[in-house]
């Protein structure tokens, strides 16, 4: 039963089509982001949803569109893809974002590693 | 203009000595730290965190020491376990209205036998 699961895990696709990564958490969490991590490995918040409203948009390429249908959901659809596009993208959730105890932190899912060929 | 860094991208340690994890920040307005932990074809997985009003947080084997006038903070682990060999990241809450996490760009810690 894992907390939170992401598929595909693997995704190799040309570039020019579009796909997505779906996201599911059954921690009754309030909060859902999307992370990527580049070829530096750093990881980079790219939006977060709080009870299905969008409340982290980054600076991230219009493409790139999440769909959150309920709470425990995040969706990433991303339109035609470009080479730059390849990286591993990381789902998470969290209790709200602003809760002061941050005993446990987010709870990320195993990724998505995504390649564009 | 990386807010959190990690200047060590790997480290080296024998098993049952410390491990010393490292991680410097520049921005003041950051009111946590944590430290996650990540195995290979997993997603990270929070170890322990440390407020900006504190200077140590001690759980088990872990320990986060935090010196705000350097802008430093580091883990300790002791003893080191070959199970402890991980991809280590430093991260920061942003104390605005986002409190989003921003991350460095980790520390591969291997804990030899």
């Known amino acids: 039963d894992t907390a939170v699961s992401q598929t595909p895990k693997y995704l190799v696709t040309q570039m020019g089509n579009d796909k997505s990564i779906k996201c599911e958490q059954n921690l009754g969490h309030d909060t859902m982001y999307w992370y990527k991590q580049d070829s530096k490995k750093f990881l980079k918040i790219m939006f977060s949803?709080?009870?299905?409203?969008?409340?982290i948009n980054e600076t991230v390429p219009n493409r790139f569109s999440p769909k959150s249908p309920d709470k425990a959901h995040l969706n990433l659809h991303i339109n035609s893809l470009e080479l730059g596009d390849s990286a591993v993208y990381f789902c998470?959730?969290?209790?709200?974002?602003?809760?002061?105890?941050?005993?446990?932190?987010?709870?990320f899912g195993s990724g998505t590693r995504l390649t564009v060929v | 203009d990386q807010q959190v860094k990690q200047n060590s991208p790997s480290l080296s340690v024998q098993e049952g000595r410390i491990s010393i994890l490292n991680c410097d920040y520049t921005?003041?307005?950051?009111?946590?730290f944590l430290w996650y932990k990540k195995y290979p074809a997993e997603g990270p997985t929070f170890l322990i965190s440390i407020s900006s009003i504190k200077d140590k947080n001690e759980d088990g084997r872990f320990t986060v020491f935090l010196n705000k006038s350097a802008k430093h903070l580091s883990l300790h682990i002791v003893p080191s376990q070959p199970g402890d060999s991980a991809v280590y990241f430093c991260a920061a809450r942003l104390m605005d209205s986002s409190y989003k996490l921003i991350f460095g760009s980790g520390t591969r810690l291997l804990v030899r036998p």
């Open positions: 949803y709080n009870n299905k409203e969008l409340i």
């Open positions: 921005n003041s307005m950051f009111d946590y």
């Open positions: 998470a959730s969290s209790p709200p974002a602003g809760t002061l105890l941050l005993g446990y932190g987010y709870t």
